[in-house]
């Protein structure tokens, strides 16, 4: 089944503030090389047949290639993003007006919430990260609105800051996660509703490995996440190794810069 992604062109890229462990501003990032990495990387979904909508970049805001934080889409009702740091806030506006000019079901938030982010959507329930942007009363906000249940997963590692930086869903009903970075209770929770889910480590999940964008057969991964993508083979996956290492210096992967469009059609 072939899947639509809303996409943003890193025009405005930079490291220029520090909202989570891996920005360093003093280190900076050259755009020139993440746009090229951001095209192989929107290259590798069309090649799989996957259908790409872009949105336009904003000039001011860098951290806008980060489609993902731009709203939760299911069904084509669009639970709009509420940024957590003031240097992010512009874009949830900017998103949910691109939906809807398109014609969707658009909701303003009340709550903080970081989109797709922290917000992962399964075939019966969408889970939801919470501990370091997403508030959980945003989750029952979410929830009323999409008419899914939303189970709450606790991150306690700030270097796991979204819920899509240590878990991603594999197919509808399975995922692949990291279990260090959540609560214990939290990591009971998902023992308990993935008994089959695939594990990955520290050393991928240290390389954003988990950030990972799955269409059931194949996952388009980090390609320094070498373990997880041979265990995932071993499930019966196929990676799609993709370089994004300059974008991860403003703590972003392939997911981060993917906004899944759900139910058109
Ligand atoms: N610099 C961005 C931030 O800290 C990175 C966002 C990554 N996006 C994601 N879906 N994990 O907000």
């Known amino acids: ?145 999409v008419n899914r249940p939303v189970v709450s997963l606790k991150l306690v590692d700030p270097r796991f800051y979204h819920l899509d930086t240590a878990l991603f869903p594999l197919d509808g009903r399975n995922v692949c996660y990291y279990p260090g970075a959540f609560s214990e209770g939290s990591q009971a929770l998902l023992r308990r509703m993935f008994p089959d889910a695939v594990l990955a480590g520290a050393r991928d999940a240290e390389v954003l490995g988990l950030n990972a964008v799955s269409d059931g057969t194949h996952v388009v991964i980090n390609a320094e996440a070498s373990d997880l993508q041979l265990e995932l083979k071993r499930h019966g996956y196929e990676p799609i190794p993709v370089d994004l290492s300059e974008l991860r210096k403003a703590g972003g992967g392939p997911k981060c810069c993917t906004l899944e469009i759900r139910g058109e059609e």
């Open 1 to 145: 089944m072939p899947k639509h992604f809303l996409m943003c062109r890193p025009e405005h890229f930079a490291v220029e503030y520090a909202i989570n462990p891996w920005m360093d501003p003093a280190a900076g990032a050259d755009r020139d090389v993440a746009i090229r990495q951001w095209e192989g990387l929107k290259a590798a979904y069309e090649e799989l047949g996957h259908r790409v909508s872009l949105i336009d970049p904003v000039d001011g805001l860098p951290d806008m290639v980060f489609a993902a934080n731009g709203a939760l889409v299911v069904d084509r009702r669009v639970y709009g993003a509420r940024f957590a740091f003031p240097q992010r806030g512009p874009e949830g506006p900017a998103y949910l007006r691109w939906f809807a000019e398109r014609g969707f079901d658009v909701m303003e938030p009340e709550h903080v919430n970081e989109g797709e982010g922290d917000f992962l959507t399964l075939d019966e329930v969408v889970l939801a990260g919470t501990g370091f942007r997403t508030d959980v009363a945003a989750h029952l906000e979410a929830q009323e609105f």
